[in-house]
């Protein structure tokens, strides 16, 4: 079974000064970097996600805007896959499907923001597609939602993204555990 880092949208609108800064994204960033060291340590493929806006009135993820560029936590190498999406799913309209199964990638590390859209939509979708997943819940961030007139604390909106992930959609384990076991 070959295992692979996924990493999604970890780019510069979701840190500080962005179009759309997330909470802790920059210690989740941090957690990301330190999974795609122990990947590269260990040659393992790594596969970095990047969402483009190209819906009219977009805010973030604008093509060439400094904001679409993937963070410098976790610059690409060359060498490393990258795709760019326009979904939540990682995996529509992508060809992130084909080259997993073209390099019999079995088993996936998830890691990226954001959690309640991007991470929960990939995670989902990587399990109906026969993927074992494992998720690096303190390398993933989000934001603030309001629903109802009520806004719901990142941390609150994390933790049930997690916890309705892990079990059956996934592992989430924190990154140190992930890299003691790859």
């Known amino acids: 079974m070959q295992t692979a880092l996924l990493l999604v949208d970890i780019q510069n609108d979701y840190f500080p000064d962005g179009s759309m800064s997330l909470v802790n994204s ?13 990947f590269r340590s260990k040659k393992l493929p790594v596969i970095h996600m990047q969402h483009l806006s190209v819906r009219p009135g977009a805010t973030f993820f604008v093509p060439g805007t400094p904001g679409v560029e993937i963070n410098s936590c976790v610059t690409p190498l060359e060498s490393e896959v990258q795709f760019t999406k326009k979904f939540p799913n990682s995996f529509r309209d992508t060809g992130l499907l084909q080259h997993l199964q073209e390099n019999k990638i079995t088993k996936l590390v998830i890691a990226g923001m954001m959690t309640h859209m991007c991470i929960d939509s990939t995670t989902r979708a990587a399990f109906d597609l026969g993927f074992s997943c494992t998720l690096a819940h303190d390398a993933c961030a989000t934001r603030d939602i309001v629903y109802s007139g009520k806004i719901m604390q990142a941390a609150q909106v994390h933790s049930s993204f997690i916890a309705a992930l892990n079990g059956l959609f996934a592992t989430a384990l924190p990154t140190e555990e992930i890299c003691a076991n790859i």
């Open 26 to 38: 920059v210690e989740a960033g941090q957690k990301a970097g330190i999974l795609l060291e122990k």
